[in-house]
């Protein structure tokens, strides 16, 4: 009865009862011993410890979102520079190159970003 995959199923089993375990008891914890208050306190807006300005939240322009995934990816990319900064002495020829492409394809996304005008912070409306 020593079936080869029962110790992946055994791992899968321990894999879904732990997580589901846990939301279980956090439920079971709630109910029992959190009480449930209602009322115009609990239900008010409230950020960082100062009441709102107003009543509901200011949109922002999608732009910031742009600058923030841009400054994320160049931020990764230069990560991946890392390496061929600290080796760039003791390189081979095709490290060197695959480092130029690396870098010019870099070149190629922050010319991209800056045609587009999502470098551009100037309002167009």
């Not at 081979?92 to 010319?111: N, P, Q, T, Y």
């Not at 970003?113 to 999502?118: S, V």
Request: hydrophobic share 60%; proline share 5%.
């Amino acid at each position: 009865m020593n079936h080869p995959y029962l110790p992946i199923l055994a791992f899968f089993g321990v894999a879904l009862a732990v997580p589901i375990g846990a939301l279980v008891l956090a439920r079971v914890w709630m109910t029992l011993f959190t009480p449930i208050k209602r009322g115009a306190d609990k239900n008010a807006l409230y950020e960082c410890g100062v009441n709102p300005l107003a009543e509901r939240q200011t949109r922002f322009h999608s732009q910031y979102y742009l600058f923030g995934l841009l400054f994320l990816l160049f931020d990764v990319e230069t990560i991946f520079l890392l390496p061929f900064a600290v080796a760039f002495l003791n390189l081979s020829i095709g490290s060197f190159l695959v480092a130029m492409l690396f870098l010019l394809l870099l070149a190629e996304g922050l010319l991209w970003a800056w045609m587009k005008g999502l470098l551009n912070w100037r309002s167009h409306a």
